[in-house]
T-cell receptor
Framework: GAGVSQSPSNKVTEKGKDVELRCDPI?????LYWYRQSLGQGLEFLIY????????KSGLPSDRFSAERTGGSVSTLTIQRTQQEDSAVYLC??????????FGPGTRLTVL | DAKTTQPPSMDCAEGRAANLPCNHS???????VYWYRQIHSQGPQYIIH???NNETNEMASLIITEDRKSSTLILPHATLRDTAVYYC??????????????FGTGTRLTIIP
């Protein structure tokens, strides 16, 4: 079946611009997670959704980062006024009832 | 979550079984052992998980010692596409509110033609 999909696969933007990253979870998965991974680094947890609500937003690096999920399905991660340190691969994962997480291919964000 | 220790790198000949060890001596009774891998420039891929019984699926086998302090991931017939960084994670069931995955440094497995 279809896995987690993310778009765009690559995004190059200028410092100060806003970007929106999209995640389509596996159909029927109630939980959705956002992570980021800088070059050669481990996973950094950002936020997770159970349904449309986000019980824990403490992983978001700053108030420039926000995420929403509508209809219990698609989620968008928005980064406002991007900075060069935001450059990373942004990964989305989904799971059934907070069980095993399945990852998407990621969005590689480059801020010039 | 319990800390895990893995060798930083391993080589395996193509077609042979790749055995990747993981130590988790501080594992608690209700923590699971999970394995993921990450092929270069791709998202992490779930492989297998288990609690105390050995597990097998279409990708791999997971052997957990009786005391649960270590485990081995076995790829029975390694191919070049199995070259990746393999992560061993020990974590509580997610209904304990443990939603975050934390990867250590993992083992970089290189399959040699």
């Amino acid at each position: 079946g279809a896995g987690v999909s993310q778009s765009p696969s690559n995004k190059v933007t200028e410092k100060g611009k806003d970007v929106e990253l999209r995640c389509d979870p596996i159909s029927g998965h109630t939980a959705l997670y956002w992570y980021r991974q800088s070059l050669g680094q481990g996973l950094e947890f950002l936020i997770y959704f159970q349904g449309n609500s986000a019980p824990d937003k403490s992983g978001l690096p700053s108030d420039r980062f926000s995420a929403e999920r509508t209809g219990g399905s698609v989620s968008t991660l928005t980064i406002q006024r991007t900075q060069q340190e935001d450059s990373a691969v942004y990964l989305c994962a989904s799971s059934e009832m907070l069980d095993t997480q399945y990852f998407g291919p990621g969005t590689r964000l480059t801020v010039l | 979550d319990a800390k895990t220790t893995q060798p930083p790198s391993m080589d395996c000949a193509e077609g042979r079984a790749a055995n990747l060890p993981c130590n988790h001596s501080t594992i608690s009774g209700n923590e699971y052992v999970y394995w993921y891998r990450q092929i270069h420039s791709q998202g992490p891929q779930y492989i297998i998980h288990g609690l105390k019984n050995n597990e097998t699926n279409e990708m791999a086998s997971l052997i957990i010692t009786e005391d649960r302090k270590s485990s081995t991931l076995i790829l029975p017939h390694a191919t070049l596409r199995d070259t990746a960084v393999y992560y061993c994670i020990v974590r509580l069931p997610t209904n304990f509110g443990n939603e975050k995955l934390t990867f250590g440094t993992g083992t970089r497995l290189t399959i040699i033609p």
